[in-house]
């Protein structure tokens, strides 16, 4: 018996509301299999299980909001026997698994992101933290609506003042309230201990999801300016050959199928990171952990505000078709708000391109705990000197957002100059 | 110029000193109220006044508080400067119609024709075992009516000190003693004089909390102060002085510091003066606050007459100390 947890889709990820069960108790699943919706802040994610099997029993019932890490289903091998529990209804099984749900959900939400970082086949198995034991006698309140943080007036403002985001902080105030000195105190030294909630709870009051998802990114950014040691790069870049392989390309390929610059823009920095994986990957608990398998993040804006970056997988390997065709069943996915699990919680290095908004570049903010951003103006005509001439090419300029903890500038400059290697090669991206 | 030897002093001493002080300056001044002459009043403030100044200017009045009350209400009108004794803030009910129809409003009334430079003092508190018709702290009663100033003493220096500008301010002033102050002993430099009645004081300094106290609580919030300290919190004890107008800003300037505020009122809880303080540092100070602001008040009962029963309804170091650590939460315990 294993069971299906509330995944992290995300950094800024502390608690999802399951909206849809695909499967029911008896159904049979394979890894990679869809069986459930779930409602992050930022969006509605299609989420995928990792482990074969058969479904004993649904922890948690459509419409409830449980931390990232929470039991939501219960899964034994195929051919096992029954017990006796399943088939009862979801309701009464919510009674009885609610306290286990809890303790596992122990671990912070930003424990889990950290502690399972993402990766190709993220660990189906419960989070190894010891169970810490609930307050006896503590009956968790219903679930969202009336959840408040205890601040104090002077802790929020002084939070506010300090970026800090209060779901990060522990209470040691009167009743558990957040005090001043638990903000000072910092997200890194205070362990979240607030319980959260689980159990029946009346429908998810609709969801202001554009302010939330404002609050998420927030908090996120937050945290990575707060945490981060940014160092900031930039390069120009040569466009010339890469416009013109293009266009000859292009000629040859029907209108549905031509190639846009960001494409080759997405391609070179997947192969470059082949050459210099120390950029892709987490900074996790003091230490680099590097990224198994390239997983481009593309930053994607959505529609009325926001931004979400799911994961190109294993870009370095696509051909343009292919992350054309990727790119595009993403935007469309992201916007329709039907991205995939391992899609929120994969990415290990973010590409953001606002050429197309014809700003020149871009520093950005890292995605904790990813160790670097790459960002992309727009490609366009610029006076460029080489050879002692003045002429006018195409030129895109590249920027590189990294953690300084993770590596040096000297390492950064590698990785653009690799960027712009690439793209001197265009036939071969 | 010689600095002449701070002598040893009571509060009650004190207090008479203030008064001798005022007869001697100013001949308009004059003292009355129930056993204030031949008696020495009641608690013995006025004792020897009588031989002093004699029987024209130590006056013995009947039983009836709202005819002396009254009395001394029109002869400061008269352009006198009358000290008028109540002998407990319980009395003071039968004299309320004079204190809020006259004294309170009748310089507004007359256009400002009428100053009304009276001084009522009267005892408060318990502590005395003289049980439920003797001991209320009905200040926050009092401090609730415009047109009035409220002084409560709680120090020697302001027991000898307050006197003298309330005679000088042209409204009424009130002043309160609490019973349990009269024996309060200390030194005190013999030309120790005025005080300001403006200000509420910082009679100990700290980071931690703020204790806000008024006459026979400043002790009780002191004492918790020592025992707070001996736990490594620093208790800041606010002496209010000055009950009616509160002195905000000081008030204020204290929880901005600390972030913290308990209100040590011996009133009844609900409607008292801790309620009204802690609303305005709710409306002033908000963003300051890293907890709520407590109240250490008297049980709501009328006040028992047994011993053990009017300890335990009367704000005691003890409850102070719990209340702060209940602000302080987990940092507390380690």
């Not at chain 1, 698994?97 to 671990?107: E, F």
């Not at chain 1, 219903?142 to 990060?168: C, F, I, K």
């Not at chain 1, 993770?406 to 071969?428: N, W």
């Amino acid at each position: 018996m294993s069971d299906f947890v509330m995944p992290s889709l995300g950094a800024d990820m502390e608690a999802g509301t399951l909206l849809d069960w695909y499967v029911k108790p008896g159904d049979a699943v394979k890894r990679g299999d869809i069986v459930a919706l779930v409602d992050t802040s930022k969006a509605e994610i299609e989420v995928e299980i990792f482990e074969d099997g058969v479904i004993d029993e649904l922890v948690v019932p459509v419409g409830v909001r449980v931390p990232v890490g929470t039991v939501l289903a219960t899964l034994r091998p195929a051919g096992a026997e029954v017990p006796a529990a399943a088939g009862a209804p979801v309701q009464a099984a919510i009674t009885t698994r609610a306290p286990a749900a809890i303790t596992t959900a122990t671990p912070t939400p930003a424990a889990v992101a950290v502690a399972q970082p993402p990766a190709p086949l993220p660990p189906p198995s419960p989070p190894s933290a010891p169970p810490t034991p609930s307050a006896p006698g503590t009956i968790p309140a219903a679930a969202g609506a009336n959840h408040r943080l205890r601040v104090s007036p002077l802790a929020r403002r002084v939070a506010e003042q300090l970026g800090v985001d209060l779901s990060t902080i522990t209470g040691s105030g009167p009743n558990g309230a957040i005090t001043r000195a638990d903000v000072e105190g910092g997200p890194a030294t205070a362990v979240r201990t607030a319980q959260p909630t689980v159990g029946p709870s009346p429908p998810p009051e609709p969801v202001d999801r554009h302010a939330a998802m404002r609050t998420a990114i927030g908090a996120l950014m937050a945290r990575s300016k707060r945490e981060i040691p940014h160092y900031y790069l930039q390069q120009e870049i040569d466009m010339s050959r890469a416009i013109d392989w293009l266009r000859e390309t292009n000629l040859q390929l029907p209108i549905t199928d031509r190639l846009l610059p960001s494409a080759l823009l997405l391609s070179a920095v997947g192969r470059a990171v082949v050459e210099m994986p120390e950029m892709n990957g987490f900074w996790i608990d003091g230490a680099f952990s590097p990224g198994s398998g390239v997983h481009l993040g593309v930053a994607i804006s959505l529609r009325g505000g926001g931004l979400i970056a799911p994961a190109l997988h294993d870009a370095d390997r696509m051909s343009l078709a292919e992350i054309m065709a990727g790119v595009r069943d993403l935007v469309q996915r992201a916007r329709a708000g039907r991205l995939r699990s391992s899609e929120m919680s994969d990415p290990t290095l973010t590409v953001t391109n606002l050429g197309e908004h014809g700003v020149d570049l871009v520093h950005g903010v890292i995605y904790p705990p990813q160790v670097a951003l790459v960002g992309f103006g727009a490609v366009r005509e610029r006076p460029w000197a080489a050879g002692g001439m003045l002429g006018v090419r195409p030129t895109v300029v590249a920027t590189l957002s990294a953690d300084h903890r993770a590596g040096d500038g000297h390492t950064g400059s590698r990785f653009l100059t690799v960027i712009d290697r690439q793209l001197q090669k265009p036939e071969t991206l | 110029m010689s600095v002449a030897p701070a002598k040893t002093i009571t509060y009650r001493e004190a207090m008479r000193e203030a008064i001798r002080e005022a007869m001697v300056a100013d001949p308009r001044v004059f003292l009355m109220g129930e056993d204030v002459g031949a008696y020495g009043g009641c608690f013995g403030v006025s004792k020897g006044l009588l031989d002093e100044f004699g029987p024209e200017r130590i006056r013995d009045t009947p039983l009836s508080e709202s005819a002396f009350v009254g009395a001394g209400i029109g002869a400061a009108m008269g352009g006198m400067r009358p000290i008028v004794e109540v002998m407990t803030v319980n009395f003071c009910l039968l004299a309320l119609d004079q204190i809020m129809n006259n004294a309170a409003t009748i310089t507004h009334m007359s256009g400002g024709q009428f100053a009304i430079p009276v001084v009522i003092r009267m005892t408060t508190g318990a502590g005395r075992q003289v049980a439920a018709q003797h001991s209320h702290s009905l200040e926050g009663w009092l401090a609730h009516i415009p047109g009035l100033k409220l002084l409560a003493p709680a120090t020697l220096a302001d027991a000898r000190g307050m006197l003298a500008p309330a005679l000088a301010d042209p409204n009424p002033v009130l002043i309160f003693e609490h019973g349990s102050l009269y024996n309060l002993e200390g030194e005190l430099p013999p030309d120790a004089g005025a005080v300001d009645i403006e200000q509420a004081a910082i009679r100990r300094p700290g980071a931690d909390v703020t204790l806000i106290a008024y006459g026979g609580t400043v002790p009780t919030a002191l004492a918790a102060a020592d025992e707070l300290a001996a736990g490594g919190i620093e208790a800041e004890v606010v002496d209010l002085r000055v009950l009616r107008p509160l002195d905000d800003a000081t008030i204020i300037a204290s929880v901005a510091r600390t972030h913290r505020a308990v209100v040590v009122d011996e009133g009844w809880r609900s409607g008292s003066l801790a309620a009204e303080v802690s609303a305005r540092i709710m409306e002033q100070a908000f963003y300051e606050l890293d907890a709520p602001v407590a109240r250490v008040c008297s049980a709501e009962v009328p006040m028992p007459y047994p011993r053990h029963l009017e300890q335990a309804a009367l704000p005691q170091p003890t409850a102070v100390v719990g209340a702060v650590r209940s602000l302080i939460g987990a940092a507390a315990d380690e």
